[in-house]
């Protein structure tokens, strides 16, 4: 975290190079957040771009509590749920799946195989109502603690704890029989 806090030093002084350094460094982890969120590759792109745009225009008045990352992060999140909402005031339907970055240690027959995978609980994780689907995602892919989500998501820990806990038990049902004890 050295290198953040002298990232995010540089940035505060106006470094180009320090906010490019920070969006390549952080880029791919708050683009799977935000297709995990919001199953469609334009809107998390947009996500991640506007919450980019906002970090780069509050250099002067940035103060950082926690770390960069759970910053961005959660910025992330906030655009995720705020376009949640707007699509639901608008009633469109069409999700398009975000595609995952190709690995080349993979054959083609496991990247067949992994896809399958990500399809499946992508399904599973689509079925949950957007705020478990949001916690579960913060938690376990972005390593966020239910304090931190209950924070971002102006409820109480508890409330984070129980659809936290709703929602494994629906993965649960949804892969009952499939999953080794």
Known sequence: MLEDTVLIWRFKRGSREALCRIYEKYRTDLLRLAAMLLRDKGDAEDAVHDAFVSFARSAETLKLSGSLKGYLLTCVANNARNRNRARQRKQTVGLDEAAEAASPDKTPEQWIAYNEELQRWSDALAELPYEQREVVTLHLRAGMTFRRIARS?????????????????????TFNGELEP
């Not at 998501?153 to 049902?173: E, F, H, I, W």
Request: proline share 0%; aromatic share 10%; glycine share 4%.
């Open 153 to 173: 998501q102006a409820v109480s820990v508890n409330t984070v704890k129980g659809r936290y806990r709703y929602a494994l038990a629906k993965l649960r049902s």
